[in-house]
């Protein structure tokens, strides 16, 4: 199956930390990408490559892996951090695929 | 600074089709693929295809096949995503987004265009 699948919501309360986890078979052969998208915005990535961090993106923000699911992991969450959280990896047969996304909630 | 900037909003009818484009700057053209992306309301993104810029080869999603058609045009550094046959369903923002990896498709995405709302609607 090339499906990635994600919690619809998680929720945390400010400094505290956010784990919002994606699985799928594809994912213990292909590296996974993540992004963030706040409302009206275009998405942005966070993680590349399972747990590489662009320049720019705070170290609060993390990834990790382990077989076929992976984890972003988001430590002191502040407020500007509510947003959806997108895996994405590809397919066997080069296509690109979308986790269904995680709608992150500060409390 | 990379930018991407899309067309305007489009509304069509069942059955036409709409022609969306996405002009970057700021960085050579011809070194990142290209890539389409949609996102219905409330839904999660959904790849649709991807072009070469240098051959202008191009990669369709199967879902898509037969019903859309990227071009590009190196003069003006212009993508172009032609979809026809509209449905209800393919309302949505559509999204060009650059190839974060220089030559090759890594198949994920470093730079966005800021979105093109087409509304399919009777």
């Known amino acids: 199956s090339n499906e990635l699948t994600q919690p619809p919501s998680v929720s945390v309360s400010p400094g505290q930390t956010a784990r919002i986890t994606c699985s799928g078979d594809?994912?213990?052969?292909?590296?996974v990408y993540w992004y963030q998208q706040k409302p009206g915005q275009a998405p942005v990535l966070v993680i590349y490559?399972?747990?590489e961090r662009p320049s720019g993106i705070p170290v609060r923000i993390s990834g990790s892996s382990s077989g076929t699911t992976v984890t972003l992991s988001i430590i002191a969450v502040q407020a500007g951090d509510e947003a959806d959280y997108y895996c994405?990896?590809?397919?066997?047969?080069?296509?690109?695929?979308f986790g269904g996304g995680t709608k992150l909630t500060v409390l | 600074q990379v930018l991407m900037v899309q067309s305007g909003a489009e509304v069509r009818k069942p059955g036409a089709s709409v022609n969306v484009s996405c002009k970057a700057s700021?960085?050579?053209?011809?070194?990142?693929?290209i890539h389409w992306v949609r996102q219905a309301p409330g839904q999660g993104p959904e790849w649709m295809g991807r072009?070469?810029?240098?051959?202008?080869?191009?990669n369709y999603a199967q879902k898509f096949q037969g019903r859309i058609t990227v071009t590009r045009d190196t003069s003006i550094t212009t993508t172009y995503l032609e979809v026809i046959s509209l449905r209800f369903d393919d309302s949505a923002l559509y999204y060009c987004?650059?190839?974060?990896?220089?030559?090759?498709?890594?198949?994920?995405?470093?730079?966005w265009g800021q979105g093109t709302l087409v509304t399919v609607s009777s």
């Open positions: 700021g960085y050579a053209f011809s070194d990142y693929y």
């Open positions: 994405q990896s590809a397919d066997s047969s080069g296509s690109v695929v």
């Open positions: 987004a650059r190839d974060a990896i220089v030559g090759a498709p890594g198949d994920y995405f470093d730079q």
């Open positions: 594809a994912l213990a052969k292909q590296y």
């Open positions: 072009i070469n810029p240098n051959s202008g080869g191009t």
């Open positions: 490559k399972d747990n």
